[in-house]
């Protein structure tokens, strides 16, 4: 099985522009990914703005009986999310990564327009590698 079921990137305004489903249970359909996308936005802003600290950048893991869902925010307002197995380990690692790759592969790419849907095939294979790799040191321990 798995340890990640699905990748979540979405810009600062709340747009999902990216999904890649990585389970085996079966893809969301979009509405509900849309949903899921829009729903998170909101509760990590929502938990910047109750945070009794000053300078709380807003929710990271989110535990839950059947899932943990690990987030990253860049400097830029771009959240990066993983919904995994529960109880998994080092995700902000991979969403670093990830977070690196985007800014390699779909950033630097010329035909990119920001806060639109990735649509970049070298991002796509690099991805694909990471997750793979993460898997295979997953299954490792």
Not at 85 to 103: D, N, R, S, V
Request: proline content about 3%; overall charge negative.
């Amino acid at each position: 099985m798995a340890a990640i079921y699905s990748l979540y990137i979405i810009n600062k305004s709340g747009g999902l522009i990216f999904y890649k489903d990585y389970g085996l249970a079966g893809r969301m359909d979009t509405n509900d990914s849309l949903r899921l996308a829009s729903l998170w936005h909101s509760m990590h802003a929502i938990s910047q703005q109750l945070s009794p600290i000053s300078g709380c950048s807003g929710i990271e893991l989110l535990e839950a009986d059947t899932f943990d869902l690990h987030c990253f925010q860049s400097l830029t307002g771009t959240k990066f999310f993983v919904v995994s197995e529960p109880g998994t380990q080092h995700m902000e690692h991979l969403l670093k990564h990830i977070y690196e790759l985007y800014t390699d592969y779909v950033l630097k790419n010329p035909f990119y327009e920001m806060e639109m849907p990735i649509r970049c095939e070298l991002f796509d294979i690099n991805l694909s590698q990471a997750i793979q790799k993460d898997r295979v040191a997953y299954l490792g321990r």
